[in-house]
C-alpha cells in the first residue's frame, strides 16, 4: 500500500514540477487592469501616481499619461498598438514609437487579417481622420469595423445617412441601404457584405450578388487569406441554413435546413465550417454535413489554433463532456461550462481559470492539477503554441504572476 502511495506522490510531483510562476510586476505601482492575447502578449495598466497611467507590455514599460486604451495586437503576433491621452494631446503607441497626433481625439484600431498592416483613425474636431498604410483620408459618420485588405491597398467602410447607409470600398460607394453588415475582404480584392433594403437580405462579392434573398444573414466569416466565406442564413420559411464558398467548389456548399443555427466557427485554412444547431429537440454541432452529437447544454464550438480540431464543452443531466471531432469524452469533476477553455490539440488535457489559480485536468485519467495559487486570476487562460504551454495571469497583493504549465 505505501509503495502505491509512493508512486502516486511521484506522479503528482512529476505533474506539479511542470507549473511555474513568474512575478512579472512586483506590485510597487498599483495594479489597474490586465490581459494576456491568444498569441501570448500579456500587458498591464498601473497607476504609478494618482490618475496617470502606464501601460506594461511584455514587461516594457510605457511613458505615463491621463488615459490608455486597451492594446490590439495584430493577427501575425508582431506587434501591438493603443492609444494615450496627455493634456488635450493624443498619441498612437506601438511597439516600436509614441507618435503625437494632430487629433482632438482618438478612434479605432485596425490590422488586415494577415496582420502585415495597420489602419486607425482620430478626430480632429468632429472630422474622422483614417490612417490607412497608403494614404489618409477624412470620412463623416462612420459607424461600425474599418476594414484593410492584406496588401494594404484598399479599405472598406460604411458610413451613415440619415436613417440610411452606403458602403465606402477604396472611396467607390454602394447604393444606400436599410442595413449593412460588413463581413471582409476576397483574396482577390473584392469586399463581401450582407445588405437589407425592407425585409430582404443580399449578399455581395465586389459587385455582383452571390446566393439569393433571405430574411436575414446571421453570421459571416472570411477566414485569414480570404479564400474561404461561409456564412447563416434565414430563409423566408424560418429555416436556417449554413452556405458556404470557395474557389475550391464550382457551385457553393448548402447545408441542410434547421430550425435555428449559431456560433459560425472557420477553419483557419480548409474548407471546413463548424456551428451550433438545434432541429425540433435535437441539438447538434456540425462540421460541413457531419452532425455531432451534443446532449444537454454546450458552449461555443471553436476550431484549435491549428485547424485539426473542431472542440466544444457541454453538459447534460449527469456530467460535463468535451467533444473533439465528434468524439464525446466524459468530465468526471464539476465544471462550468461558461469557462473559456484553452486545449493543447492532440493531448487529453485542457485548461482553464478558477477564481484562484490555473487549472489542467488529464480527462482521460480525471486527474488534475493546479498552479500557483493568488489572490484573483485573468478572464482566461490560452495555449500558447509558441511556447508548448498553458498560459495564465493572476495577482496577489497588487503583484502580476505569469502562471505557465507544460503539460
Avoid at 497611467?53 to 493603443?82: A, Q
Amino acid at each position: 500500500m505505501m509503495a502505491v502511495c509512493l508512486v502516486i506522490m511521484a506522479a503528482q510531483a512529476l505533474k506539479a514540477q511542470n507549473f511555474d510562476s513568474v512575478m512579472v510586476l512586483d506590485g510597487l505601482d498599483r495594479l489597474v487592469s490586465y490581459g494576456i492575447d491568444t498569441s501570448g502578449h500579456w500587458w498591464a495598466v498601473t497607476e504609478p501616481f494618482t490618475n496617470r497611467y502606464r501601460m506594461v507590455i511584455n514587461g516594457k514599460e510605457g511613458n505615463v499619461y491621463s488615459e490608455l486604451t486597451e492594446p490590439v495586437f495584430s493577427p501575425n503576433s508582431t506587434d501591438w498598438s493603443h492609444f494615450a491621452y496627455e493634456n488635450g494631446n493624443v498619441y498612437l503607441i506601438d511597439n516600436e514609437r509614441d507618435s503625437l497626433l494632430e487629433a482632438t481625439d482618438y478612434g479605432e484600431i485596425a490590422y488586415s487579417a494577415n496582420g502585415m498592416y495597420r489602419a486607425y483613425s482620430c478626430f480632429q474636431a468632429e472630422m474622422e481622420v483614417l490612417k490607412l498604410p497608403f494614404r489618409t483620408i477624412k470620412v463623416e459618420n462612420r459607424v461600425g469595423k474599418l476594414f484593410i485588405d492584406n496588401t494594404g491597398m484598399q479599405f472598406a467602410i460604411v458610413l451613415q445617412r440619415l436613417n440610411l447607409f452606403i458602403l465606402n470600398v477604396n472611396g467607390k460607394e454602394t447604393t444606400t441601404y436599410d442595413e449593412i453588415k460588413p463581413i471582409g475582404f476576397w483574396h482577390n480584392g473584392d469586399f463581401i457584405y450582407a445588405a437589407r433594403n425592407g425585409n430582404v437580405w443580399e449578399v455581395f462579392k465586389g459587385k455582383e450578388r452571390i446566393g439569393d434573398s433571405y430574411e436575414n444573414v446571421s453570421e459571416a466569416l472570411v477566414n485569414r487569406d480570404g479564400t474561404v466565406f461561409a456564412m447563416i442564413v434565414k430563409y423566408f420559411s424560418n429555416l436556417y441554413s449554413i452556405i458556404t464558398y470557395s474557389d475550391e467548389y464550382r457551385e457553393p456548399s448548402i447545408s441542410k435546413t434547421y430550425d435555428f443555427i449559431w456560433d459560425l466557427a472557420l477553419h483557419p485554412k480548409d474548407i471546413l465550417v463548424g456551428a451550433a444547431a438545434s432541429s425540433g429537440l435535437n441539438k447538434y454541432v456540425l462540421q460541413n454535413s457531419a452532425e455531432y452529437y451534443a446532449p444537454g447544454e454546450f458552449a461555443t464550438p471553436f476550431y484549435s489554433y491549428d485547424g485539426d480540431e473542431l472542440i466544444f464543452i457541454g453538459r447534460n443531466d449527469y456530467n460535463t463532456y468535451i467533444s473533439i471531432n465528434g468524439r464525446l469524452i466524459d468530465f468526471n469533476i464539476d465544471f462550468n461550462i461558461a469557462n473559456t477553455v484553452a486545449r493543447k490539440p492532440k493531448s487529453s488535457t485542457i485548461a482553464y481559470c478558477t477564481g484562484t489559480t490555473l487549472l489542467v485536468y488529464y480527462y482521460e485519467k480525471n486527474e488534475f492539477y493546479t498552479g500557483y495559487m493568488t489572490d484573483k486570476m485573468g478572464k482566461s487562460a490560452i495555449w500558447n503554441w509558441r511556447d508548448n504551454q498553458y498560459q495564465a495571469l493572476g495577482e496577489t497583493y497588487n503583484r502580476l504572476y505569469l502562471i505557465t504549465c507544460k503539460p
